[in-house]
């Protein structure tokens, strides 16, 4: 038995709770994982799961071999790493996680040139706009944009987005412009659907923040949609700067109130908890923020 390769098997079970979706991840075959795990077990002298058709769960037993097999690959990880030197080729398996437009719009240029550059690394790019366990889903790094809460995850800030308030000339024509937060009332917003503030809109102007009540024409959980929507007219509303500098640039939106203005939003790295990144994390992110600062 391959110790190291069953620990590693046993792992990715135990986080995905499922003999089939870590036998996917590991693209390994539902019996092979079932055999590593069975011979891991025997080896030990201890039951670490307990089966079911559908599901897995960890017994005592397990949950501290869980507890004790995680430090030690990460360090088997990090002495071949420091052994290899700094130099050798990156292989193995980079998953990157990212919200879907902007995944669409700049990530995935990034994460091609990247690939091109270390062709014995296989390279995957995941998008999603909600925010994913990154443990469960064996992400490598996420980009994630706002304010970070508490999670056990550890970051690296890689820049600041600017979102503007902008209207498409059609609706400022049939509407009118308005010129101080007061007014804003009076028109519709086009956001996000899972924007926590709902029907008020959240500016930082020359006074400081205010919350401001504008009624909400149209939602989507998409940035390439609202776009769409605020081209075509369907209300005012906030958006990121770098994401629609094509429309501002062709007319097909402007800015309005340029004195107020969303709260920036810091952009990060994210990574599952760890003493140890990988080199090929550590040399994505260094990639990332160098192409980011050309973009925001």
Known sequence: MDLLAA???????????SLSAAGRDLKLSQPAVSQKITALEQHLGVRLLNRTTRHVALTEAGRRYYSLVKPVLAAVDEATEMVAGADSPLRGHLRIQAPTGFGQMYLADIAIAFQLKHPGLTTELMLDDR??????????LAVRFGTLQPSGIIARRLGTLRRILVAAPAYLAKHGTPETPEELSAHRQVRFSWAATDDVMPLAGPAGSRLVAVPTSFLANNTFVLTKALVAGL????????????ELATGKLVQIMPAYQYAPLDVHAVYPTSHFLPAKVRAFTDHLRSALSEII
């Open 131 to 140: 925010f994913v366990d990154l443990t469960e889903q064996a992400v490598d």
């Open 7 to 17: 620990m590693g098997t046993f792992v990715r079970v135990a986080e995905l709770g």
């Open 235 to 246: 209300g005012l509303g906030g958006a990121q700067l770098p994401q629609i500098r094509a």
